[in-house]
């Protein structure tokens, strides 16, 4: 009857709101990122995953992005980030890595989508609408969630030389002897890695939250500090500073005309391990508001 109709024109009014933009968040933050790779490193062999964390590799990162909150247990969100990575054989103690004596520093930057799922989720709105003119905050004050997805990034790997204190871009140098070995090819400035990781939501009001994430990106590239595989003969290279560059290891300072007599750093000898793939992290601090923020009368989720 007419009691029929009208609760289900309320149903559809709401449904109208709660798609809208009222669930569409701005994300906007800085932080800082790791990289974990062949260079630098715990004073040890080189390990996969957070046994070779190194303090002094933390370095910043800024992040803009978007969200969209479908479910109160389900989001994604697009995003773009942009930072510094590094690494230096001077910061480890492990004596093989540390005679390597290689370093780096690259901006990355990244963009893509993933998918969030809630484990600590909004509890569902008592009321339908929020009184006009009342501000405050409904439901649970912390929200917690996973999230994984897909990303590409950029990055560009640099070193100085010593010889002349001027950096260059290393990847173009094919330090590893990509452009003097058939079997050998050069790496894409432009990868592939998956982020997984773990977020929470702090509620300052209906509209606006600060979140924390810890995001882990393993990446389909092990060239992002432009070491991987084994030495190769410096008299190969035609140019210097790619001789320079690619075996600048303790050797070069007593032997500069041909430093591959050392057995730890002979042509062939081990450079990097190409095994393990690169991995950078984040620990991000987004500040987001939700674009239905000037409207009073909308809600916020679905039930």
């Known amino acids: 009857g007419?009691?029929?109709?009208?609760?289900?024109?309320?149903?559809?009014?709401?449904?109208?709101?709660?798609?809208?933009?009222?669930?569409?968040?701005?994300?906007?933050?800085?932080?800082?990122m790791n990289f974990l790779g062949d260079l630098g490193g715990a004073n040890d062999i080189g390990r996969s995953f957070l046994a070779d964390w190194e303090?002094?590799?933390?370095?910043?990162?800024?992040?803009?992005?978007?969200?969209?909150?479908?479910?109160?247990?389900?989001?994604?969100?697009?995003f773009l980030n942009y930072g510094w990575i590094t690494g230096d054989d001077a910061w480890t103690q492990d004596e093989a890595r540390n005679y390597r004596n290689l370093s780096f520093r690259s901006h990355v930057m990244d963009w893509g989508l993933q998918a969030e799922f809630y484990f600590l989720p909004n509890l569902p709105q008592k009321g339908r609408y929020r009184r006009r003119g009342v501000?405050?905050?409904?439901?649970?004050?912390?929200?917690?969630?996973?999230?994984?997805?897909?990303?590409?990034?950029?990055?560009?790997?640099?070193?100085?030389?010593?010889?002349?204190?001027?950096?260059?871009?290393?990847?173009?140098?094919?330090?590893?002897?990509q452009f003097v070995l058939p079997t050998r090819d050069p790496y894409s400035l432009v990868q592939v890695a998956l982020p997984v990781g773990v977020g929470f939501s702090f509620r300052f009001s209906d509209d606006i939250s600060l979140n924390v994430e810890v995001s882990y990106r393993r990446s389909f590239t092990d060239y992002?500090?432009?070491?991987?595989?084994?030495?190769?003969?410096?008299?190969?290279?035609?140019?210097?500073?790619?001789?320079?560059?690619?075996?600048?290891?303790?050797?070069?300072?007593t032997d500069p005309e041909f430093p591959g007599?050392?057995?730890?750093?002979?042509?062939?000898?081990?450079?990097?391990?190409?095994?393990?793939?690169?991995?950078?992290?984040?620990?991000?601090?987004?500040?987001?508001?939700n674009l239905g923020i000037f409207d009073d009368s909308k809600p916020k989720?679905?039930?």
């Open 261 to 289: 007599d050392n057995p730890l750093s002979g042509p062939g000898q081990q450079r990097g391990n190409p095994q393990d793939n690169d991995v950078y992290m984040y620990l991000q601090f987004n500040l987001c508001w």
């Open 301 to 303: 989720y679905p039930k």
């Open 2 to 32: 007419l009691g029929s109709a009208t609760l289900s024109g309320q149903s559809r009014r709401y449904q109208s709101q709660v798609n809208g933009f009222d669930n569409l968040q701005i994300v906007t933050g800085v932080g800082m």
């Open 55 to 78: 303090w002094e590799a933390l370095r910043p990162n800024f992040q803009i992005g978007v969200r969209y909150q479908w479910h109160r247990w389900v989001a994604t969100k697009a």
């Open 135 to 177: 501000r405050g905050r409904g439901g649970r004050p912390v929200l917690g969630y996973v999230f994984t997805g897909i990303n590409g990034f950029w990055f560009d790997p640099t070193a100085v030389a010593p010889s002349n204190g001027n950096s260059y871009s290393l990847q173009p140098l094919g330090t590893e002897g």
């Open 224 to 253: 992002m500090d432009d070491v991987s595989s084994t030495y190769v003969n410096p008299a190969l290279f035609e140019d210097p500073i790619a001789a320079e560059l690619s075996y600048y290891t303790q050797a070069y300072y």
